[in-house]
């Protein structure tokens, strides 16, 4: 159930425009930076999008240019847990795990989960109660499940609101989720 679901909704997103996706991901941008959790968090835990998901390069690079700190993952395979180090400049960034972006090995950072402020959650989908469907590895699970202090907000395209996640004892629901046309108080 949970991997067909998995499966339409990431088919459903390599379907769209990378336009659509630019457009959709600077609305949800605003709306992200419009609340108030955002506005009073000082650490922001990102991920870097890659392939159709909510955009987060301009988002990154935005927070870096005013001054918030930022805190980017680098996926430990073996582990399947993420080590989390801080992002001085975006151009420390290269190809990691997945080929997904991460800091250069001279430029890592380690950063205590502790010190976030505001986890920002990929997805490939949600439901309203906060449930999530990620890639099925784990990884955000197991962060989430660490941080005790930080509100945790996915970030989602409106389509990828689902009426229910199945779910089992290991997911972590977020606390919000922000589209490019609502906030969803979870």
């Known amino acids: 159930m949970k991997d ?9 997103r390599r379907s769209l ?3 659509e996706v630019l457009a959709k991901s600077n609305q949800i941008k605003n709306r992200l ?20 998901e909510v955009y987060t390069h301009d988002m990154i690079k935005e927070c870096l240019k005013n001054g918030k700190k930022i805190i980017v993952p680098i996926s430990n395979i073996e582990k399947r847990s993420l080590i989390l180090s801080e992002l001085k400049n ?13 800091p250069k090995t001279d430029k890592i950072i380690e950063t205590p989960i502790e010190s976030i ?10 439901d309203e109660l906060g449930c999530r469907i990620g890639h099925g590895l784990g990884y955000y699970d197991n962060l989430l499940k660490e941080s005790i202090n930080a509100i945790h907000i996915g970030l989602a395209f409106e389509f990828q609101i689902v009426e ?6 290991h997911d972590i629901p977020v606390d919000i989720i922000i589209t490019e046309k609502r906030r969803i108080d979870c």
């Open 4 to 12: 067909k679901l998995r499966k339409e909704l990431i088919n459903k």
């Open 17 to 19: 425009l990378k336009t």
């Open 33 to 52: 930076f419009e609340s108030n959790e955002f506005k009073q968090s000082s650490v922001v835990l990102f991920y870097v999008s890659y392939g159709n």
């Open 90 to 102: 975006w151009n420390d960034l290269e190809p990691g795990s997945y080929n997904i972006l991460e």
């Open 117 to 126: 402020d505001v986890i920002i959650v990929p997805g490939v989908g949600f």
């Open 164 to 169: 229910k996640v199945p779910i089992k004892s």
